[in-house]
Structures are given as structure tokens and as C-alpha cells.
């Protein structure tokens, strides 16, 4: 929905792209870049961590390169490096669908199940609520500490609540391993 805003302010008013030009560049490279995310859960899913590293580092390989030529050839501009994060995340996506398509032999159909979408919708309505709950209950308390104390209680406690923020991060290394053990 965001790029399709983007690209409706691009035909309706010109003129805010004339001062931020940059924008709608940076859009296509994530764009690109998110639709090639699904293919790698697809390989992720599978265990097919082999493929999955090479979905993951191709863009960062090409970017190397091409910037790399554009340091050798020409002189490095905003542009460039703009078509270099497009170009690499166009590659990325077709890397990406090749090796799900061929080299996994996954078939890809362009039928989408809307019934299935919103029942998926349906489903993860809970886990929504309790992440946004989550981020305000955790935000609130900060500012209320803001509110009653000095600046440098404020600042330990954020540092606390960062270090508190990373004890689960070991679980997240090995999740993709346990997730698709558990799923079967």
C-alpha cells in the first residue's frame, strides 16, 4: 500500500518529487526486496539453509561488485548507489525465484486464496493486540519515568530494559531450526 501511495503522489503532485527525488527510488529497491522475503521463508520452511544463504548474501555480493565498478569506472554519486541497491535487489528476486522454482521444483501459482488470507488474518489478530500492547506498555513506562526523575535515572533504565531486550536473542538464532521441527 505504501508503494502504491508513492506512485500516486508521483502522478498527482510532481512537484513533491522534485525536492525528494530520492524517495521513490529508495521504494523500489525495498519493494523488490520484499517481495523476494517470501522465496526465502519457502527455503527457510524446507530446510534448505544451503539455498537460504546464498538467497540472503547474493544481494550483498552484488552490491560489492557493482560498486566496486562504479568506484573503478566512474565517480561514485547518490544515483549509483541508488541503482545499485535496485539492481541488486533485482537480482536478488530473480535469484531468488529461480532457485525456489528450479532448483527446488516448488510451483509457484498466481491463484491467491482470500478466504485462507483472512482466516490467516483472523488468526494472528491476538498476536497483533499483544505486540502493540507490548510496545506501548514498554514505551510508557519510560516516559513516566521521564516525567518523575533525572535524565540519567532515565538513561540506566533504557540501557537495563535494552540488555533486558536482548536476553531472548539466542532464541531467535535457533528458532528457524526449531520452528520447522515443531510445525511437522
Not at 26 to 45: C, D, E, M, R, T
Not at 64 to 79: K, N, P, R, S, Y
Not at 106 to 127: A, H, R, T, W
Not at 148 to 173: D, G, H, K, Q, T
Amino acid at each position: 500500500g505504501f508503494y502504491l501511495i508513492l506512485l500516486l503522489f508521483h502522478l498527482f503532485s510532481p512537484s513533491l518529487f522534485t525536492t525528494h527525488n530520492l524517495l521513490l527510488l529508495v521504494g523500489i529497491s525495498q519493494l523488490l526486496s520484499f517481495i523476494s522475503s517470501p522465496f526465502k521463508q519457502v527455503a527457510n520452511g524446507k530446510e534448505r539453509f544451503d539455498y537460504l544463504a546464498i538467497m540472503s548474501t547474493i544481494s550483498n555480493l552484488v552490491r560489492i561488485i557493482l560498486l566496486v565498478i562504479i568506484l573503478i569506472a566512474f565517480q561514485i554519486t547518490i544515483q549509483w548507489v541508488l541503482l545499485i541497491f535496485i539492481a541488486s535487489s533485482f537480482f536478488e528476486l530473480l535469484l531468488c525465484f529461480f532457485i525456489v522454482k528450479y532448483r527446488m521444483h516448488i510451483p509457484l501459482s498466481g491463484k491467491v486464496g482470500v478466504k485462507d488470507y483472512f482466516s490467516l488474518l483472523k488468526e494472528s489478530l491476538p498476536q497483533i493486540a499483544a505486540a502493540l500492547l507490548m510496545a506501548g506498555i514498554s514505551r510508557m513506562d519510560w516516559i513516566l519515568l521521564g516525567f518523575f526523575s533525572s535524565s540519567v535515572v532515565v538513561a540506566e533504565y533504557s540501557f537495563a530494559y535494552r540488555v533486558y531486550e536482548l536476553s531472548p536473542f539466542p532464541m531467535l538464532i535457533i528458532a528457524p531450526l526449531l520452528l520447522t521441527r515443531f510445525s511437522k
